[in-house]
């Protein structure tokens, strides 16, 4: 609780909690109601009562209770309630609507999940009645027929004394099975819409076999079902055969229709099936909705406008991010428990001109200290708790001495510029961190070193919550395992403790329900504050017609939107939450929910606007689809006749070609007058190594999110990695170098 305060959110806090249980109380509480009444009319049933039976009754309600509870918990997906009634009253009208059934994305992403576990919930509530009915009636009736228990006799058990075709003549029993062949009969008819998630190999979706075959033998078995729910309550018990029959009609028949019709003449049968899957995919990876696909004709001898281009050359990256960051660790580590976790690209104006820049903060690692200060327990929680600065290098220019151009750099940071400053660089909180810390302690906190000493600080923000009284103390060492925290007299009345310090981990303790990309980055604010940038998606594997994609960590979905993006406060753990796609109906949904978590785009400063920036993982994802959904037209999507592939080269360390990484970069686009920051990525046509495409995220001002796909003519041979790297390596003096310098292990 103390850490939701901390934050400014203990409203979220409880309605998370309200959320999590709420639903699955009220499961198990109907459930309970429901094998109590079974129960009660099962005794009823074998000529006794739960009142004759004053200690068995309280046992076996408690019993109950304990199996309705487990019942609930393992049928009841809490969630799936809640982001249900997150979605009523939202305008799915915006949204794609599937072309067979007519429904929104609300409907599939919200409201069908929610019928399958209503359904699901009934099915079992009503046999979990039908067997406590049943085993509470014969085994009273067995128990009664029993009489004094005779030594000298002793009892032996029948099977048949369970009477198992004597549970179809009580009118409860048969009750219960009707609601249950009811349910499944409607499990059945909401089974169709799974057709539309269907993999065929060839499309994803409702094909000719599913909408003229397997459709209405979908409605055959929904009929036979309550057919037979009727007869089932009737007693007239053979008609219920036809279930059976029609169940095994809906399994073969569809496939044998494919089979002998469809196969033979399946692209002209299939054409408009595979247009809906098409139009689908690229609407639910976002590849439709602000993009432009351009017919370009690069030439490869074209004259390059060397002054147009200017901004271009002037950040053309000489430093690799890799290289870079491998120099920086040598260079500007300072100490040895100090770490460079990664090195981002971003942009900023320095000397009026917007320049591309490598950027990596300086991060503390309790681990790299010395094994002596590492075991004393009152270093990592009281001295050593912060990292200090970053440093920063324009991508575009290198040192006489074959170093990077450093912008801001030692400890005190040195700036070498005057279009930036630094006036907090202590890092609190990171993407290398421990805890718990604590801070305005007894113990002063090492700051930064200076020659042979160090420097000393005192914590003066708000991040971390108040620990001195003697619960909080408690509660912390219970907490935490450690016991140091009772016992230790570092902690004064204004003592501040700090938790959950690293970025990611922080924002998704948050906000959990969106998927948080696993490489926040550092920006340097106007007023020189640090301020850790994540970007937040939400996904889904419910659109109907798209094709499924499995991302590492995030698993399969077929649908994906950036419609977060959060900011934490490196010095004091400030969380922030923009909407960044207002049309998105799961964020939609979740902004219902909790109404003062997210903000608006337009209280994001203008400032951290400027360092907004199109997510990697995102376009990764969306350039594997392109590659195989540009193609639009439906023969030859099915025949894969204009497959891409992403681009190669040689940088992994093993030395075989692997798909070119995305690539921040400053350049004008096409039809534009002004350089912007980029995110790019290129194709070749499959198994070959020359250019077929270009795509490009923008990620400047209101242009943020637009994709550029830029498609060379196949007549015009241009260049790919692959070929260039070729004709550097054909290059006499140049190979010369590269075979000298790839000895002894090292690699160019």
């Known amino acids: 609780l103390e850490w939701w305060k901390e934050i400014g959110q203990p409203e979220t806090l409880w309605r998370m909690i309200a959320y999590g249980y709420a639903p699955v109380g009220l499961a198990a509480l109907l459930l309970f109601v429901v094998l109590w009444v079974a129960h009660a009319r099962g005794m009823k049933s074998a000529g006794t009562s739960l009142r004759q039976n004053p200690i068995y009754a309280r046992i076996a309600t408690a019993a109950l209770f304990v199996v309705s509870l487990v019942l609930a918990m393992l049928t009841v997906d809490a969630w799936t309630i809640v982001r249900y009634f997150g979605g009523i009253g939202l305008d799915g009208s915006k949204t794609f609507s599937d072309p067979v059934f007519g429904n929104n994305l609300l409907f599939y992403f919200f409201a069908l999940p929610a019928y399958h576990l209503i359904l699901r919930f009934l099915l079992v509530a009503s046999l979990g009645s039908a067997l406590i009915f049943w085993l509470t009636a014969r085994g009273w009736s067995i128990r009664q027929s029993m009489g004094e228990w005779n030594k000298e006799e002793p009892f032996a058990f029948d099977a048949s004394d369970l009477k198992l075709s004597a549970a179809l003549e009580s009118r409860f029993f048969r009750i219960a099975a009707t609601i249950a062949l009811s349910a499944y009969a409607v499990r059945l008819a909401l089974g169709r819409y799974s057709l539309l998630l269907e993999d065929h190999s060839s499309l994803v979706g409702v094909d000719w076999v599913a909408s003229n075959i397997t459709l209405p033998l979908i409605w055959l078995s929904v009929a036979a079902c309550v057919a037979s729910a009727a007869a089932l309550l009737a007693g007239r018990y053979r008609w219920m055969l036809i279930l059976p029959v029609a169940l095994a009609a809906q399994s073969f028949v569809p496939s044998i229709i494919h089979a002998v019709y469809v196969r033979p003449s399946e692209i002209t049968i299939q054409r408009p099936f595979i247009e809906r899957h098409i139009a689908a995919t690229r609407e639910a990876y976002g590849l439709t909705h602000r993009t432009k696909e351009v017919d370009y004709g690069a030439k490869l001898e074209a004259r390059i406008d060397m002054e147009k281009h200017k901004v271009l050359f002037d950040n053309v990256r000489l430093w690799d991010w890799r290289a870079f960051h491998d120099t920086v660790t040598q260079i500007q580590a300072l100490r040895p428990y100090y770490v460079f976790k990664d090195s981002d690209v971003d942009r900023y104006v320095l000397d009026g001109q917007i320049r591309q820049v490598l950027l990596t903060p300086r991060e503390l690692d309790v681990a790299q200290l010395p094994g002596d200060a590492r075991s004393k327990w009152v270093n990592p929680h009281f001295i050593y708790t912060h990292g200090y600065g970053l440093v920063m290098a324009e991508a575009a220019r290198i040192t006489t001495d074959g170093l990077p151009h450093l912008l801001v750099q030692d400890a005190p940071p040195h700036i070498n510029t005057p279009s930036l400053r630094l006036t907090r660089p202590e890092l609190y909180y990171g993407e290398v961190t421990h805890e718990p810390v604590f801070v305005r302690t007894g113990q002063p906190e090492f700051n930064y070193p200076s020659g042979a000493g160090n420097v000393e600080s005192r914590y003066e923000g708000k991040g971390g919550f108040h620990i001195a009284s003697p619960f909080m103390r408690f509660a912390a060492a219970l907490s935490t395992g450690d016991w140091n925290i009772i016992l230790t007299s570092y902690l004064k009345p204004e003592s501040r403790m700090m938790v959950s310090r690293q970025v990611r981990e922080r924002v998704k303790s948050l906000a959990g329900f969106i998927e948080w990309d696993a490489d926040p980055y550092l920006i340097v604010t106007e007023k020189g504050r640090l301020i850790w940038m994540i970007d937040g998606f939400t996904t889904s594997d419910s659109h109907p017609y798209s094709k499924s994609h499995s991302v590492g960590g995030i698993g399969s979905l077929n649908y994906i939107r950036n419609s977060v993006k959060a900011t934490v406060d490196a010095y004091d753990g400030a969380i922030n939450l923009y909407v960044f796609d207002e049309q998105d109906p799961i964020l939609a949904s979740y902004r219902h929910l909790f109404p003062g978590l997210f903000r608006p785009k337009s209280e994001m400063s203008i400032d951290l606007q400027s360092h907004t920036r199109y997510p990697e993982l995102l376009f990764r994802i969306q350039a594997e689809a392109y590659r195989t959904f540009h193609m639009t037209d439906p023969e030859a999507f099915f025949n894969k006749e204009d497959v891409w592939d992403l681009s190669r080269n040689l940088n992994s360390s093993a030395g075989r070609p692997e ?49 550029v796909f830029l498609q060379l003519f196949k007549q015009e041979l241009i260049f790919g990695p692959m070929q260039i790297e070729a004709r550097i390596n054909q290059d006499q003096n140049i190979s010369k170098d590269l075979s000298l310098w790839n000895q002894q292990g090292s690699q160019v």
Do not use: H, Q, S
Not at 670 to 697: C, H, Q
């Open 659 to 707: 798909p070119v990484t995305p690539t921040y970069l400053i350049a004008t686009l096409p039809g534009e007058e002004k350089p912007e920051f980029l995110l790019v990525t290129t194709f070749t046509p499959r198994n070959k190594d020359n250019l077929i495409g270009l795509m490009a995220a923008r990620c400047d001002g209101d242009a943020l999110g637009e994709l």
